[in-house]
């Protein structure tokens, strides 16, 4: 039986976000070393590449992913097997033909960016791409049936694997040119599916024959999350693209080291994300539109919560933050860095209406306010970064947010009463929250009282804050 209550989000929740936030820590010091033997030409064409690569990797994974969870969370266990075959032929035919279009860009896109070396790294990505199919599957599964440790070991060994590769040679001072940097990738991510294997091969279950009609059924509900997830990807990266094409390689590293660091503040809103959607996909079956209600504003309230504090410490150093990650180099990027950290404040808005909106088996409204942000934002993009140049991506997807922002809650309160105010007012009810639970955790640490009475004491402070957040 599925786990759900209180112990699912603990434990869940733990998990995924210790995921993303070792993902992030990996990452950010694999960052702090490119940044230090990259030129920011070398940077800007390894931020290019990484921004089109992961535009293919999720746009892919909107496809299949949300499918074969919402229906191994939904659907009767005689039918699983029928389900993971026939998303896994799904992953299988959508890898080949993205694989396709890389080899049909990789000429183009690097002529556009200015960029030689992006051909020479999507042929090296094909290889990576191939293997994230065993991957990405064994994650799915493991997630459609609510366990998380699989996808959290995935990420860990993924991120790890390749910081631990690039650290061994920058300490031994051998110069990493940009396929090797690839190629480690490919490396990173067989780790990776060995590590997820182990904890979801129990789950996977495959039929002989495949069944097109579930083949189809997927392809029918994922169609509009993957281009969901496509825009997404286009909306969170054209301005990169942009300043790829309209000014230089340069902008680009510039950006994204910005966008690198706002991405420490992005984590909790992906990894709550990932314990929403199953949990909405049940309570569309079951619950009511008070409880998809409550979900939203949980949600955004604890993410809010989570990144506020962050937010507000790079508005006020963002400086010291950008000389620490980057050095002298990117200092000018400061003004940057200021109005980038402001996304922050939408992220958990806009993905929890996505993720709302999929679970409960919408995903055709989601899709359509995701691309028209990115058609905005391609609009706007466009005009700023031509009257502004590297600031202007900034404030053309700035505007962007906020015009998205005010059409979600319009359509949330009409369709389940969503107050976004709501979910603002709960934040200091999660701070009273965490500071009772490490409160009692040294407490009863350091007491010597009886297990009953302990207890006790929890179960009181336990009803004291459920009526706190409530």
Not at 142 to 151: A, I, M, N, V
Not at 283 to 300: Q, S
């Amino acid at each position: 039986m599925a786990e759900s209550g209180k112990s699912y989000w603990i434990r869940s929740g733990i998990q995924t976000i210790f995921e993303r936030f070792s993902v992030l820590i990996f990452n950010f010091g694999t960052l702090l070393i490119l940044l230090r033997i990259y030129s920011l030409e070398e940077f800007g064409f390894w931020s290019l590449f990484l921004a089109s690569t992961q535009a293919a990797e999720q746009a892919k994974n909107g496809l299949v992913q949300n499918g074969l969870i919402k229906f191994l969370a939904t659907s009767k266990e005689d039918e699983e097997s029928r389900i993971q075959t026939a998303s896994l032929i799904l992953n299988v035919i959508l890898s080949l033909v993205f694989i396709a279009l890389l080899i049909a860009l990789a000429k183009p896109l690097s002529v556009v960016w200015k960029a030689p070396v992006i051909f020479n790294l999507f042929f090296i990505y094909i290889a990576s791409y191939l293997v994230l199919i065993p991957m990405s599957h064994i994650n799915f599964v493991q997630q459609g049936h609510l366990k998380f440790k699989g996808p959290m070991v995935a990420g860990f060994i993924r991120s790890g694997l390749l910081f631990v590769l690039v650290l061994i040679l920058f300490l031994n001072g051998t110069v990493i040119p940009l396929e090797y940097l690839a190629g480690f990738q490919v490396l990173a991510i067989i780790g990776a599916t060995l590590g997820t294997y182990y904890y979801g091969k129990e789950h996977l279950a495959f039929a002989r024959d495949v069944d097109w009609a579930w083949v189809k059924k997927l392809f029918s509900y994922g169609k509009y999350v993957f281009g969901t997830n496509l825009s997404t990807m286009l909306y969170k990266n054209i301005d990169t693209f942009m300043l790829g094409y309209f000014i230089n390689p340069i902008a680009v590293a510039m950006y994204r080291v910005c966008i690198s660091i706002n991405n420490f503040l992005e984590a909790p809103t992906q990894s709550i994300a990932q314990v929403v959607f199953p949990q909405g996909a049940r309570k569309a079956k079951n619950g009511t539109k008070e409880d998809i209600k409550n979900l939203y504003e949980n949600a955004v309230g604890g993410i809010l919560a989570l990144i506020i504090p962050g937010a507000i410490f790079l508005l006020l150093f963002p400086k010291f933050v950008l000389f620490i990650v980057g050095g002298d180099k990117y200092l000018d990027a400061v003004p940057l860095l200021s109005l980038t950290v402001i996304y922050a404040l939408f992220f958990p808005f806009g993905n929890q209406f996505g993720t709302i909106l999929d679970s409960i088996g919408k995903p055709k409204i989601n899709f359509l306010f995701i691309l028209f942000s990115a058609i905005l934002n391609v609009i706007l993009n466009i005009f700023f970064i031509q009257q502004y140049g590297l600031l202007g991506a900034a404030y053309g997807t700035l505007i962007t947010y906020g015009t998205t922002f005010v059409l979600h809650q319009i359509t949330l309160n009409y369709m389940f009463g969503v107050k976004f105010w709501r979910a603002i007012m709960k934040v200091p009810s999660f701070y009273i929250l965490a500071f009772g639970i490490i409160r009692n955790y040294f407490n009863n640490k350091m007491s010597p009282q009886s297990d009953i009475l302990t207890d006790t004491v929890e179960q009181n402070d336990q009803i004291k804050t459920d009526k706190l957040v409530k």
